[in-house]
């Protein structure tokens, strides 16, 4: 294999828990009892999140009965999805997006080939992008989707029903796909990312596209669906909620049962969304739920998630009316199950892994970078809107990697919180010891490090986008700021003013308004990624390495066997509640 910008190119008990299949999110509304003579069962299988999660990592647990269980690997997920199918003739598989991009480090290093490949054998039959799909640009999700000579490409169409060409308002992916089951049973699948997704990936990748609104989207194609013919539908939809435990007059449950109701921009998509389209599979929050929303005709309708990583999947089972060709809402019943370990491998995975896994692949991801006295880790629960140990680290990597004159002259470096994908855990493989291969995981998009001019101004107004933005993130973002750089957010203050203007330091000095600085950051924040427009404006741009090297590069410095690397202290913002 060919080295890529340092990187590679292109395991009693469980076994009865595992019994009952974990199925404890079942909602069902007023099941009726089918007449045989003309309706059939359908099973939908579902996934979203994947993130190619395709090697059993250790990392990848699931709470079952309050312990944190290993959970997902593709070897176990093939099994259980072949078992769940098992005597069903009427079965598909789905997925809501994500399955590629912010991937571990075996998918990543090969462009993500891998999971496509695992996820074809699998036997995924549709999907919807999500926003990682878009990481690479679309250029190469078109590369993913289609092949090239030396990669056959996805067996599945990918969906983007309200991704479209500005300049025609076309969709440059297929909207929507039919399930042909024989017996003039049809579903029509609808695809979409969230409207939002031009604000979270880089903005060099999509240039020339659309994110429209996924309701108008949904009912335009749901009426053409109907005028063909189809009248089952399911959306997949790369947007989501978050289950709650108060009641907010939606039917919900989860695997923990703590669920009762559900939050979250799905909500009133699901609301509004036509009676035309029957179940709605969801994704990007990375939650898990079952829930029933009415429509906007009252009836109740079906909204699953299945978590993240392929820890989790969807089955929805539905009685189709062969009279009507519709589904017959009152039979439709899902539950999630996690997928735990304790089955046999599927082979073809197995094989797939190991393929991918020769050839080099040790070497690379095992070759020690650097050492570390404690664990160095995101947010609690991987919370973006607080100053973390990790950001910080990756902030001054980058300043120190930039500060030379020749390379850019940087005066401070600002870091994306979302773009902190991994902990670096002391006790991973041989304690204090960092392998590429989990550096590799802490910064997997890459991203090239970007030094800019921005005016005291500028900055500032960069800060101020942490907080939401009407319209546009209903989130706050906290950007991780390198050392040297201070400032203070007062939480008291309304709007805006919670980023103190004259509370903006550098080495201890005010932060002057009209005074122009070197700033460093990914291209990804540099292009506007998260909503972070300001940063758009920066002129004077000089590229470097990419983050991860200069990651990498910093860490074989500071973080030694005679002197660790220790977490940087925290206190960088002064946060008044």
Known sequence: MKPKHKRLAAAGAAAALAATTLAVGAWSANAGQPDRHREVDLQLLALNDFHGHIEASASDTYPVDGVNTPAGGAEYLATHLEQAREGERYSTTVAAGDLIGASPFLSAVYDDEPTIESLN???VEVSSVGNHEFDAGFEELNRIIEGDEDFEGADFPYLGANVVDEATGRPVLDPYWVKDFGRGIKVGFIGMTLEGTGDIVSQAGIEGLEFTDEVETA???????????????????????VPVAQDTGHECESLDGTAVGMSGPIVDIAETMTPLVDVLVTGHTHNEYVCS??????NPRMVTSASSYGRVFTQIDATYDRRTKDIVRSSVTGSNTVVTRDVDPDEDQSDILASYMGDGYDEVANRLVCYIGEDIKRGPNNARDVEFPLGSLIADAQLWNTAGADVGGAELALMNPGGVRQDLVYEA?????????????????????????????????????QLPIPGVRSTTLQLQVSEGFTYTWDKTKTGTDQIVADSLMLNGEPIAMDRTYRVTMNSFLADG????????????????????????????EFGTASAPLQAPELGRVTVIS
């Open 429 to 465: 493989g041989t304690p204090g010891e960092v392998t590429y291969k989990e550096v590799f995981e802490v910064q997997p998009f890459a991203n090239y490090v970007v030094t800019l001019d921005l005016t005291g101004e500028q900055i500032l107004a960069g800060l101020r986008q």
């Open 121 to 123: 054998a699998m036997g």
């Open 219 to 241: 009912n335009k194609y749901a009426g053409e669906l109907k005028r063909k013919g189809v009248n089952a539908i399911v959306v997949l939809l790369h947007e989501g909620g």
């Open 529 to 556: 990624g998260d909503s972070f427009s300001a940063f758009k404006d920066g002129t004077n741009r000089l590229f470097g390495e990419l983050d991860v090297d200069a990651f990498e590069d910093y860490l074989a």
């Open 293 to 298: 929303v009415p429509d906007p005709a009252g």
